[in-house]
């Protein structure tokens, strides 16, 4: 016989379990709507009614593991800054050794393309008599 849940019926065994437990888990839930009405109603609902009425007790247990002293919340906020400047200085040393590097190689290869060059015009005009690059 298929069953229908309410939602009344899921949302109060929630609260119930909440109360006892505030760790309740979506499968913890399930098992006792199948002792309680013999049916543990769909997944997907049952589990979002559960996500919904845990939400709250989520929020109070990350609420409560934040720290409430505000010279604790300055200090860390004081560290959190010196580390991102520490960063920026970092990241910005980076993109200028990078830059003198784009530089650098630019210019060799520069160079190498202007000696090719000058080299096969003075093959082309002895008439492979000149080497470009002695081995």
């Known amino acids: 016989m298929n069953r229908r849940l309410t939602e009344f019926q899921i949302r109060t065994t929630c609260r119930a379990l909440i109360a006892r ?7 913890q839930l399930r098992k006792e709507l199948k002792s309680r009405f ?3 109603g769909k997944t997907a609902r049952v589990f979002q009614l559960w996500r919904e009425e845990t939400e709250s007790t989520r929020r109070e247990i990350a609420a409560a593991a934040l720290p409430t002293e505000v010279a604790e919340l300055q200090h860390r906020l004081q560290i959190a800054e010196t ?3 520490e960063n920026l200085k970092r990241a910005e040393l980076a993109e200028l ?3 003198a590097h784009q530089e650098h190689w630019a210019l060799k290869i520069d160079e190498l393309r ?3 060059e000058e ?5 082309a005009a002895g008439q492979g008599t000149s080497r470009v ?3």
């Open 83 to 85: 580390a991102a400047a």
């Open 97 to 99: 050794r990078e830059q």
């Open 21 to 27: 437990d505030a760790s309740l888990t979506g499968r």
């Open 133 to 135: 690059f002695p081995v």
């Open 38 to 40: 013999g049916a543990v």
């Open 114 to 116: 202007r000696k090719l």
């Open 119 to 123: 080299a096969r015009t003075e093959n």
